[in-house]
Protein backbone atom coordinates (compact mmCIF):
# COMPACT_ATOMS: atom_id res chain seq x y z
CA UNK A 1 0.00 0.00 0.00
CA UNK A 2 1.27 3.48 -1.09
CA UNK A 3 1.86 5.84 1.87
CA UNK A 4 1.27 9.70 1.46
CA UNK A 5 4.91 11.41 1.91
CA UNK A 6 2.60 13.96 4.25
CA UNK A 7 0.88 11.03 6.39
CA UNK A 8 3.88 11.61 9.39
CA UNK A 9 3.61 15.45 8.92
CA UNK A 10 3.49 17.61 12.31
CA UNK A 11 2.48 21.10 11.21
CA UNK A 12 -0.80 21.24 9.14
CA UNK A 13 -2.88 24.38 8.33
CA UNK A 14 -5.86 26.00 10.23
CA UNK A 15 -7.77 25.46 7.39
CA UNK A 16 -6.75 21.78 6.54
CA UNK A 17 -7.60 20.84 9.84
CA UNK A 18 -10.48 22.08 9.91
CA UNK A 19 -11.71 21.04 6.75
CA UNK A 20 -10.72 17.42 7.63
CA UNK A 21 -13.05 17.78 10.81
CA UNK A 22 -16.31 19.18 8.94
CA UNK A 23 -15.37 16.36 6.55
CA UNK A 24 -15.27 13.47 9.06
CA UNK A 25 -18.40 14.84 10.87
CA UNK A 26 -20.19 14.74 7.15
CA UNK A 27 -19.34 10.94 6.72
CA UNK A 28 -18.58 9.59 10.19
CA UNK A 29 -21.84 7.07 9.70
CA UNK A 30 -20.21 5.72 6.84
CA UNK A 31 -16.94 5.10 7.39
CA UNK A 32 -14.78 3.76 9.85
CA UNK A 33 -12.58 6.95 11.91
CA UNK A 34 -9.23 4.89 10.99
CA UNK A 35 -10.10 3.94 7.43
CA UNK A 36 -10.94 8.09 6.60
CA UNK A 37 -7.51 9.33 8.26
CA UNK A 38 -6.07 6.76 6.17
CA UNK A 39 -7.59 7.90 3.20
CA UNK A 40 -6.28 11.46 3.67
CA UNK A 41 -2.84 10.75 4.61
CA UNK A 42 -2.60 11.89 8.19
CA UNK A 43 -2.03 9.63 11.45
CA UNK A 44 -5.00 8.55 13.48
CA UNK A 45 -3.88 10.31 16.81
CA UNK A 46 -3.33 13.53 14.85
CA UNK A 47 -6.84 13.60 13.65
CA UNK A 48 -8.25 12.59 17.09
CA UNK A 49 -6.75 15.51 18.88
CA UNK A 50 -7.80 17.93 16.27
CA UNK A 51 -11.85 16.31 16.93
CA UNK A 52 -11.17 16.95 20.73
CA UNK A 53 -10.30 20.54 20.37
CA UNK A 54 -13.12 21.44 17.79
CA UNK A 55 -15.53 19.57 20.28
CA UNK A 56 -14.79 21.44 22.98
CA UNK A 57 -13.87 24.79 21.04
CA UNK A 58 -15.46 24.80 17.61
CA UNK A 59 -13.31 26.03 14.85
CA UNK A 60 -11.35 28.52 17.20
CA UNK A 61 -9.73 25.25 18.82
CA UNK A 62 -7.60 24.94 15.47
CA UNK A 63 -6.63 28.19 15.10
CA UNK A 64 -2.87 28.40 16.78
CA UNK A 65 -2.90 30.58 19.89
CA UNK A 66 -0.35 31.82 21.88
CA UNK A 67 -0.16 29.77 25.20
CA UNK A 68 -2.80 29.89 27.76
CA UNK A 69 -2.51 30.70 31.12
CA UNK A 70 -4.59 28.51 33.52
CA UNK A 71 -6.12 29.83 36.87
CA UNK A 72 -5.08 28.17 40.43
CA UNK A 73 -8.82 27.48 40.38
CA UNK A 74 -9.00 26.01 37.11
CA UNK A 75 -6.11 23.33 38.08
CA UNK A 76 -7.19 22.48 41.71
CA UNK A 77 -10.85 21.83 40.00
CA UNK A 78 -9.35 20.02 36.95
CA UNK A 79 -7.40 17.76 38.56
CA UNK A 80 -9.88 17.08 41.56
CA UNK A 81 -12.59 16.48 39.92
CA UNK A 82 -10.49 13.63 38.08
CA UNK A 83 -8.83 12.17 40.62
CA UNK A 84 -12.74 12.19 42.54
CA UNK A 85 -13.63 9.87 39.17
CA UNK A 86 -15.61 12.66 37.39
CA UNK A 87 -14.71 11.46 33.95
CA UNK A 88 -12.31 10.29 31.78
CA UNK A 89 -8.86 12.75 30.92
CA UNK A 90 -10.49 13.69 27.62
CA UNK A 91 -13.88 14.48 29.63
CA UNK A 92 -12.44 16.53 32.19
CA UNK A 93 -10.19 18.68 29.80
CA UNK A 94 -13.26 19.26 27.75
CA UNK A 95 -15.34 20.57 31.15
CA UNK A 96 -12.75 22.69 32.06
CA UNK A 97 -11.74 23.79 28.28
CA UNK A 98 -8.16 22.43 28.18
CA UNK A 99 -6.61 22.35 24.97
CA UNK A 100 -5.34 18.92 25.53
CA UNK A 101 -5.60 15.77 27.78
CA UNK A 102 -1.71 16.68 27.94
CA UNK A 103 -2.15 19.49 29.99
CA UNK A 104 -4.33 17.81 32.53
CA UNK A 105 -2.62 15.00 32.40
CA UNK A 106 0.67 16.94 33.80
CA UNK A 107 -0.62 18.48 36.03
CA UNK A 108 -1.75 14.58 37.61
CA UNK A 109 1.87 13.96 37.72
CA UNK A 110 2.60 17.30 39.22
CA UNK A 111 0.30 16.40 41.93
CA UNK A 112 1.57 12.76 42.19
CA UNK A 113 4.93 14.24 42.69
CA UNK A 114 4.89 17.80 44.41
CA UNK A 115 1.49 18.28 45.77
CA UNK A 116 1.81 21.78 46.02
CA UNK A 117 -0.37 22.06 43.05
CA UNK A 118 -3.00 21.05 45.35
CA UNK A 119 -2.34 21.97 48.75
CA UNK A 120 -0.85 25.48 47.72
CA UNK A 121 -2.68 28.60 49.13
CA UNK A 122 -2.55 32.00 47.90
CA UNK A 123 -1.90 33.14 50.66
CA UNK A 124 1.78 32.12 51.77
CA UNK A 125 2.34 30.47 54.73
CA UNK A 126 4.70 32.02 57.35
CA UNK A 127 8.20 29.84 57.38
CA UNK A 128 11.36 29.38 59.09
CA UNK A 129 13.39 32.10 58.56
CA UNK A 130 16.24 31.29 60.80
CA UNK A 131 18.54 28.92 60.35
CA UNK A 132 18.81 25.93 63.12
CA UNK A 133 21.43 23.28 64.32
CA UNK A 134 20.69 20.12 63.04
CA UNK A 135 22.60 16.53 63.10
CA UNK A 136 22.95 14.31 60.32
CA UNK A 137 19.92 12.00 61.01
CA UNK A 138 17.24 15.30 60.98
CA UNK A 139 19.04 16.57 57.91
CA UNK A 140 17.99 12.83 55.84
CA UNK A 141 14.34 13.14 57.98
CA UNK A 142 14.13 16.53 56.07
CA UNK A 143 15.03 15.77 52.72
CA UNK A 144 13.03 12.33 53.07
CA UNK A 145 9.54 14.23 54.09
CA UNK A 146 10.52 16.05 51.00
CA UNK A 147 11.13 13.30 48.69
CA UNK A 148 9.38 10.60 49.89
CA UNK A 149 6.59 11.74 51.56
CA UNK A 150 5.64 14.60 49.02
CA UNK A 151 5.75 17.59 51.13
CA UNK A 152 6.72 20.91 49.95
CA UNK A 153 9.86 22.77 51.12
CA UNK A 154 7.59 25.21 52.88
CA UNK A 155 5.64 22.12 54.81
CA UNK A 156 9.27 20.64 55.52
CA UNK A 157 10.63 24.32 56.88
CA UNK A 158 7.12 23.97 59.14
CA UNK A 159 7.49 20.49 60.41
CA UNK A 160 10.81 20.17 61.42
CA UNK A 161 11.25 23.99 62.28
CA UNK A 162 14.42 24.71 59.83
CA UNK A 163 14.50 27.69 57.62
CA UNK A 164 13.32 27.06 53.88
CA UNK A 165 16.96 28.06 52.73
CA UNK A 166 18.05 25.05 54.60
CA UNK A 167 15.74 22.11 53.64
CA UNK A 168 16.18 23.17 49.82
CA UNK A 169 19.88 22.99 49.79
CA UNK A 170 19.47 19.65 51.86
CA UNK A 171 17.60 18.37 48.72
CA UNK A 172 19.70 19.41 46.26
CA UNK A 173 23.08 18.29 48.37
CA UNK A 174 21.44 14.79 48.37
CA UNK A 175 19.90 14.72 44.37
CA UNK A 176 23.27 15.52 43.46
CA UNK A 177 26.01 14.26 45.87
CA UNK A 178 23.82 11.70 48.21
CA UNK A 179 23.12 11.23 51.87
CA UNK A 180 26.64 10.85 52.80
CA UNK A 181 27.17 14.77 51.80
CA UNK A 182 25.31 16.19 54.39
CA UNK A 183 27.37 15.05 56.86
CA UNK A 184 29.49 17.97 58.32
CA UNK A 185 32.54 17.96 56.78
CA UNK A 186 33.42 21.29 57.25
CA UNK A 187 31.75 22.75 59.68
CA UNK A 188 29.08 24.20 58.25
CA UNK A 189 26.97 26.74 59.53
CA UNK A 190 23.72 25.04 61.36
CA UNK A 191 25.75 21.98 61.61
CA UNK A 192 25.93 20.13 65.00
CA UNK A 193 29.43 18.65 65.10
CA UNK A 194 29.81 14.85 64.74
CA UNK A 195 31.97 12.40 64.58
CA UNK A 196 33.48 12.26 60.80
CA UNK A 197 31.87 9.36 58.73
CA UNK A 198 33.71 5.56 58.62
CA UNK A 199 33.54 3.62 55.64
CA UNK A 200 31.00 1.67 57.20
CA UNK A 201 28.88 4.46 57.93
CA UNK A 202 29.08 5.51 54.47
CA UNK A 203 27.93 2.50 53.31
CA UNK A 204 24.86 2.57 55.56
CA UNK A 205 23.88 5.52 54.50
CA UNK A 206 24.50 4.52 50.41
CA UNK A 207 21.81 1.18 51.21
CA UNK A 208 19.53 3.80 52.96
CA UNK A 209 19.54 5.79 49.98
CA UNK A 210 19.00 2.97 47.71
CA UNK A 211 16.00 1.76 49.65
CA UNK A 212 14.32 5.08 49.72
CA UNK A 213 14.56 5.68 45.75
CA UNK A 214 13.52 2.32 45.50
CA UNK A 215 10.26 2.83 47.56
CA UNK A 216 9.65 6.22 45.21
CA UNK A 217 10.16 4.33 41.74
CA UNK A 218 7.95 1.64 43.11
CA UNK A 219 5.23 4.30 43.87
CA UNK A 220 5.88 5.96 39.83
CA UNK A 221 5.53 2.63 38.62
CA UNK A 222 2.41 2.09 40.27
CA UNK A 223 0.70 5.14 38.96
CA UNK A 224 1.90 4.84 35.89
CA UNK A 225 0.71 1.38 35.40
CA UNK A 226 -3.11 2.93 37.16
CA UNK A 227 -2.72 5.64 34.30
CA UNK A 228 -1.84 3.30 31.67
CA UNK A 229 -5.03 1.08 32.45
CA UNK A 230 -6.83 4.23 32.95
CA UNK A 231 -6.11 5.43 29.24
CA UNK A 232 -6.73 2.21 27.84
CA UNK A 233 -10.29 2.25 29.55
CA UNK A 234 -11.09 5.53 27.41
Excluded at 29 to 38: A, G, L, P, Q
Excluded at 77 to 93: D, M
Excluded at 181 to 197: C, T
Amino acid sequence: MEIRRDFFMKKYESEFKIKTIKDYLKVKSKIIFTEYCRSIGVNPITVRGWLTLFQAYGEEGLIPQAPKKYSYETKIQAVSAYLNGEGTLKEISIKFKLRSPKQLRYWIIQYNNDKNLIKATPVRKKVVTMSKKTTLEERIEVVEYVTLHKHSYSEASEHFKVSYQQVRNWVLIVKKQGYSALADKRGRRGYIKEKNLTEVDKLKLENRQLKAELNKRNAIEAFEKKFEEIQRGE
